[in-house]
């Protein structure tokens, strides 16, 4: 007969404090196996869920629905890289990884740690991979749901990255939480069931952040934040294509491009800046702030400058929405007001790039070598994408930048 482990109401400890696969090995550094393929040593259950070994992978499911079922460490983690295979029909609606997870907190773990979530929808807020509450991933080629996938956790300090298939689908710095146990959710419906092998962790040298986060710094720096839009004059820009920029009686820039993409372009180069700017666009028109855009071309695109976008189609799968770093970090679903005023803020550091809409962080990614560099700030002209949908603006105001 097969093992199982049953868990209702209350905690079930399954093995005592000390983890005998994890002082196997315990020097920092080493890759250590979390989990032995043939029993539930080192694991605890927390909610109303059942385990099961079988074929060298752990089976969890519930044993009532709608409830918060974990199965976790025994042991805690502070810094570290961990890997797992995981395998979830895409008839199962949810289940994640959650890290540096206190049992005994109030709340569930996606507010009071940080959840990976395992879910093969894309028309949500959190698909596949996504930390949530902390940072949206990106979406999956192509997945197949009746594979084996192997997911990476890398939490360094306050730097958390998500790895898919070696595919790096987000990142964060983050500072909900800096040490805890591993867990795994059960999913929540009785009849689905997600598998996991090959469960092993790589303690790293405890990282101790001292300084403020990247958006901090540059908000509460005492340099001077200076207007770039003023006075009703577009003195210290150029225009490339056929829209059309003008100043509103309140003191706003109105972009109108109609089909045809069309920029506003600084003629100042930048490389680290805090820009802060109000922006106002209809749902289904396509604008943007492009950053870093090579002062020496004409050409405004995502090769060879950064779109922080503007832009919302077809609900949560919308690949890009507004807030989000075109190609590169996907932003949250949803996070402006199309009938009122919204802001943005853009930070740009090196390869570092942390953007917020209506003051949550929409997006954040470390950008290859060739985005580090002076470029110019490009204002697209709302482009219509859908011809029954009314004229493209968008309106900008009260834009500054503080040079860093």
């Known amino acids: 007969m097969r093992p199982i482990f049953f868990l209702f109401p209350a905690v079930l400890l399954l093995a005592s404090c000390s983890n005998p696969i994890a002082e196997e090995s315990a020097a920092t550094g080493e890759w250590q196996s979390l989990f032995n393929g043939k029993d539930m040593t ?16 752990l089976h969890i499911h519930a044993t009532h629905p709608n409830n918060n079922a974990w199965v976790y460490t025994t042991d805690a983690y502070q810094d570290f ?63 197949d749901p009746e594979s084996w ?27 909900r939480a800096t040490s805890g146990h591993i867990g795994l959710q059960v999913p929540i419906h009785e009849e689905d069931d997600i598998a996991f092998r090959n469960i092993r962790i790589q303690e790293l040298p405890e990282v101790t952040v001292s300084e ?11 340099r001077s934040l200076e207007p770039m839009l003023s006075d009703g004059s577009l003195e210290g820009w150029s225009a490339i294509g056929p829209g059309r920029w003008t100043f509103e009686e309140d003191g706003s820039l109105h972009g109108y491009s109609g089909e045809t993409p069309s920029f506003l372009v600084s003629d100042r180069a930048y490389r680290n800046f805090y820009l802060k700017t109000d922006f106002k666009i209809a749902k289904e028109d396509n604008s943007g702030i492009f950053i870093r855009k090579n002062p020496d071309s004409t ?8 779109e922080c976008n503007i832009y919302d189609h077809n609900g949560p799968a919308h690949a890009y929405s507004t807030g989000s770093i075109a190609t590169h970090a996907r932003a949250w679903y ?20 942390v953007l917020y809409v209506n003051d949550t962080k929409s997006s954040e990614a470390y950008l290859p070598a060739h985005f580090d560099k002076a470029g110019n700030i490009c204002l697209q002209a709302g482009t219509k994408i859908f011809m029954d949908n009314g004229p493209s603006d968008v309106y900008f105001r009260n834009m500054m930048i503080r040079v860093m």
């Open 334 to 353: 949803d996070l402006i007001d199309y009938d009122d005023w919204n802001e943005m803020e853009i930070f740009a550091r090196g390869d570092h790039i």
């Open 212 to 222: 403020p986060l990247l958006e901090e710094q540059y908000r509460n720096s005492d």
């Open 81 to 143: 890289k961990l890997e797992c295979e995981f395998h979830m029909p895409d008839t199962t609606a949810n289940s994640g990884v959650v890290i540096r997870f206190d049992p005994k907190a109030e709340g569930t773990p996606n507010r009071v740690a940080y959840e990976a979530n395992i879910d093969w929808r894309t028309d949500i807020q959190n698909p596949m991979g996504t930390l949530e509450n902390a940072s949206r991933a990106n979406l999956l080629t192509d997945p």
């Open 149 to 175: 996938h192997a997911m990476r956790i890398e939490a360094e300090g306050d730097h958390l990255r998500v790895f898919i298939n070696d595919e790096k689908v987000c990142e964060s710095h983050n500072r």
């Open 299 to 306: 050409a405004v695109s995502t090769d060879y400058s950064i």
């Open 42 to 57: 080192g694991w605890e259950i927390m909610g109303m869920a059942e385990a099961e070994v079988r074929d060298g992978a």
